[in-house]
């Protein structure tokens, strides 16, 4: 079992350019999270997905940021144009059904100068 | 709504000491409970989850938590302190009646452990 794949691990960009954060679930898992860590406001859950579904995107923040799954192996998270307040770290995690614990990848640190 | 305190930020022990670390929950019907461990750099580990029954969870690394429904608390609990428990720990609660468990997080308490 790999676990939860997030690449890339760094990404540092400048000011109102695109960034595109990737991630790859574990196999066989129907639900998919993205998160969002700040030493200001810890974790917050952006957007998940049920079976490729985007099921609640409240937490995104603005219309700069948007997310996809165009299969069960596979989700994007893209901001654009990026702010320097997006800086953060921002994980992915998966999990099977309703009630399993989720599996977090190792997260993107993300710098937005 | 559901919400996590987590009320100390930041604690320290001595290693071999014993180690509780608080947690309250708003929740209007039996919550999932979850405890999680963050080491520098990396996501977040599970180290114990509450569905129902025995209100007594035992997780690894040698952690168990309470489930207090009288007191909305899920308090993490260890009886030996090893350096290596040095991290971050994060409660949180699961929507048990949704679609799916949304978890919504504590802000964590980040342990140090002295020698």
């Known amino acids: 079992d790999a676990g939860v794949i997030q690449s890339p691990r760094h990404e540092v960009t400048e000011m109102g350019q695109e960034v595109t954060l990737r991630c790859k679930p574990i196999s066989g898992h129907d639900y998919l999270f993205w998160y969002r860590q700040t030493m200001m406001r810890g974790l917050e859950l952006l957007i998940y997905f049920n079976n490729n579904v985007p099921i609640d995107d409240s937490g995104m923040p603005e219309d700069r940021f948007s997310a996809k799954m165009p299969n069960a192996s596979f989700s994007t998270l893209k901001i654009q144009p990026s702010e320097p307040r997006d800086s953060a770290v921002y994980f992915c995690?998966?999990?099977?059904?309703?009630?399993?614990?989720?599996?977090f990848g190792n997260g993107t640190r993300l710098t937005v100068t | 709504a559901q919400s996590v305190t987590q009320p100390d930020i930041h604690i320290t022990v001595s290693e071999g000491a014993s180690l509780e670390l608080r947690c309250n929950y708003s929740y209007g019907a039996t919550p999932y409970l979850f405890w999680y461990v963050q080491s520098p750099g990396q996501g977040l580990q599970l180290l114990l989850k509450y569905f129902s029954g025995d209100t007594l969870v035992q997780g690894i690394k040698g952690f168990e938590a309470e489930f207090k429904r009288s007191q909305s608390s899920f308090n993490l609990r260890k009886p030996s302190v090893h350096w290596s428990d040095a991290a971050e720990y994060f409660c949180?609660?699961?929507?048990?009646?949704?679609?799916?468990?949304?978890?919504?997080f504590g802000t964590g308490t980040r342990l140090q452990v002295t020698l």
């Open positions: 949180a609660v699961g929507d048990s009646t949704g679609t799916a468990s949304k978890l919504t």
């Open positions: 995690a998966s999990s099977s059904q309703r009630g399993s614990p989720l599996h």
